[in-house]
């Protein structure tokens, strides 16, 4: 399908439909899904915390279809927004839809009609919603951002979840293309009213050199954990998983957690496994997750030499329990933004081992809470699974300076405060919805 370009002359022509004045509808939050990634986490998170200040946010979807478990997190988030709606075309206007679908005709040559036609959608819905800021979770969603801006929402907020997509296309990426993901957001951060954040300073640094932005452009706002919300689990429901996995009591074992896309590169966590199973009797290796590349492995798994080892259950939504059982947790994607999975993984005393990708770095005291390899080299990245298997007390000293590394810098009060920055930037009553206290 050919990609739309942008035409530099009539990028907005049309647009806005409406004047700022219009939007006084709540502060909405994008999330394509609920599906079981780490993105949604630190929704989920973040939105719990603006509950508990008394500002509880509208999550907007796409979808929240059962299928491909994009209504995996449903619950939690209704229990943690003021309202959680699903896209309808059955809610907007035709006239909306209609003016919307002109302007991105007029600024863009020969648009896909599914892209015209997503983005006017949205725009029509937003313009039913009035929400006086839309804070874009993934700045891959470009759609909704498109149609953010032709409707005329005031404040909106990019949030960057990786490096920008140039430094992402040779590994592959499910969502994003380059060329069109420029054209709307080099445009899109000339706007007043329109700021970027990213969750890691690799991904900070990235997106300024990508879209040609001063220094200090694209605002650090870290994941958020706290630590009270990782208490160690009963051990009877971690035994139970244990048995549900089909793991012997006592053995060790590696964990990963994974949407299985190019990008995150199961291959080499399958293969690193491998050769970690066959230097340390009575490993298992259990790769949790789903996603296009899923039941391809599985089927490769199957017809090795180690299949009864090493284990691919599909999504675990049991986190804590699952983190609990692993002894190491491995990493092994190209390309991150700050890697969720580490997180949570230290926050349950876990040492990992994971690849040197975007913010890991951020994440992981190297040799102190688990090591970060610079190479993708799989016999390296068994060597060190091994070596911390085989050497629990070690292990275990890893796993205690990982919590407190995460519990320090990505505590509520830390991570909260960069995002609560942000608002403060771009509103002018920051209190009204980053909770009462004053933003320094």
Not at 256 to 284: H, N, Q
């Amino acid at each position: 399908m050919p990609q739309p370009q942008a035409n530099t002359a009539s990028f907005i022509k049309g647009a806005p439909l409406r004047q700022p004045e219009y939007f006084i509808g709540p502060v909405a939050w994008w999330s394509g899904s609920l599906t079981c990634g780490g993105v949604e986490r630190q929704i989920l998170a973040t939105a719990k915390a603006f509950k508990e200040m008394g500002r509880p946010i509208v999550l907007l979807c796409r979808t929240l279809s059962p299928t491909g478990g994009n209504d995996f997190f449903l619950a939690e988030a209704k229990a943690s927004c003021k309202a959680v709606l699903e896209f309808s075309q059955n809610e907007i206007k035709p006239e909306d839809f209609l003016a919307a679908r002109d302007i991105v005709e007029a600024a863009f040559e020969n648009p896909p009609p599914v892209f015209r036609d997503s983005v006017a959608a949205y725009a029509a819905w937003f313009l039913r919603l009035r929400p006086r800021l839309l804070h874009v979770w993934n700045a891959d969603h470009l759609e909704p951002l498109l149609a953010a801006v032709i409707a005329g929402i005031p404040k909106i907020i990019i949030g960057g979840r990786s490096l920008a997509p140039r430094s992402r296309a040779p590994y592959g990426f499910e969502s994003v293309e380059e060329s069109l993901a420029y054209a709307i957001l080099s445009r899109a951060m000339q706007m007043p009213g329109i700021v970027m954040t990213n969750n890691s300073r690799a991904g900070c640094t990235d997106y300024e050199e990508w879209l040609d932005l001063p220094a200090g452009s694209v605002s650090l706002t870290s994941n958020l954990l706290e630590l009270k919300d990782w208490p160690r689990p009963e051990r009877e429901r971690v035994a139970a998983l244990r048995v549900r996995l089909g793991i012997p009591d006592k053995s060790p074992m590696v964990g990963g957690l994974i949407r299985f896309v190019s990008i995150k590169d199961p291959e080499l966590w399958i293969c690193a496994a491998m050769r970690a199973c066959a230097s340390t009797p009575g490993l298992y290796a259990v790769l949790a997750g789903h996603g296009p590349m899923f039941e391809p492995l599985k089927k490769i798994v199957s017809g090795t030499a180690y299949a009864d080892r090493i284990l691919l259950p599909g999504a675990v939504k049991q986190v804590p329990e699952f983190l609990s059982l692993c002894s190491v947790f491995l990493h092994t994607a190209y390309v991150e933004g700050l890697p969720n999975a580490l997180l949570e993984a230290q926050a349950c005393g876990v040492p990992v081992v994971t690849t040197r990708c975007g913010g890991a770095a951020d994440v992981v005291v190297d040799g102190q809470s688990g090591f970060v390899l610079a190479g993708r080299d799989e016999e390296a990245l068994a060597n060190h699974v091994s070596w911390l298997s085989q050497h629990p007390e070690a292990a275990v000293t890893a796993g205690q300076v990982g919590r407190a590394h995460v519990g320090r810098e990505f505590s509520l009060e830390r991570s909260l405060g960069q995002l609560r920055k942000v608002y403060a930037r771009i509103l002018r009553n920051p209190a009204e919805h980053c909770g009462r206290q004053e933003v320094r």
